[in-house]
């Protein structure tokens, strides 16, 4: 691994199938154990059920007002600051219930891959 300053370009940001928007700040093979993404969502946006195989994912909050689902816990309002602990395929799902987009920072460990992505949006009943 080099040091290195990764500055945020927001025309660096794609649309994703889970309907929302992604920055991929850090991700890559020279630093394996994390990976740091900017997610944004748009007021009255759902994202699709999906969950991660072998990897947890962090939330953490930075602008707006959400809904989260996670698991088998009860929808929860997120704000900015807090932060949501995602376990391995835990299904998961936020959504955007207020005015202005909502933000957070999708923290992976290990690294996001594509290959650890399931859409579940068909069957989230009885997933973890």
Same mark, same amino acid.
């Given at each position: 691994?080099?040091?290195?300053?990764?500055?945020?370009?927001?025309?660096?940001?794609?649309?994703? %199938?889970?309907? $929302?928007?992604?920055?991929?700040?850090?991700?890559?093979?020279?630093?394996?154990?994390?990976?740091?993404?900017?997610?944004?969502?748009? %007021?009255?946006?759902?994202?699709?059920?999906?969950?991660?195989?072998?990897?947890?994912?962090?939330?953490?909050?930075?602008?707006?007002?959400?809904?989260?689902?996670?698991?088998?816990?009860?929808?929860?309002?997120?704000?900015?600051?807090?932060?949501?602990?995602?376990? %391995?395929?835990?299904?998961?799902?936020?959504?955007?219930?207020?005015?202005?987009?909502?933000?957070?920072?999708?923290? $992976?460990?290990?690294?996001?891959?594509?290959?650890?992505?399931?859409?579940?949006?068909?069957?989230?009943?009885?997933?973890?």
């Amino acid at each position: 691994m080099q040091a290195s300053i990764n500055k945020l370009n927001l025309d660096d940001e794609f649309y994703t %199938p889970e309907q $929302c928007f992604i920055i991929e700040q850090s991700n890559s093979f020279d630093d394996p154990d994390l990976s740091i993404a900017r997610a944004r969502v748009e %007021p009255g946006v759902t994202t699709r059920w999906h969950r991660l195989v072998g990897t947890v994912e962090r939330y953490v909050i930075i602008q707006g007002l959400g809904r989260v689902e996670v698991g088998s816990l009860p929808p929860q309002e997120v704000e900015p600051g807090d932060i949501v602990l995602i376990p %391995p395929t835990y299904r998961q799902r936020i959504a955007n219930i207020g005015s202005e987009d909502l933000i957070f920072l999708a923290i $992976c460990t290990p690294r996001f891959l594509d290959a650890n992505y399931q859409d579940i949006e068909d069957n989230p009943i009885g997933l973890t």
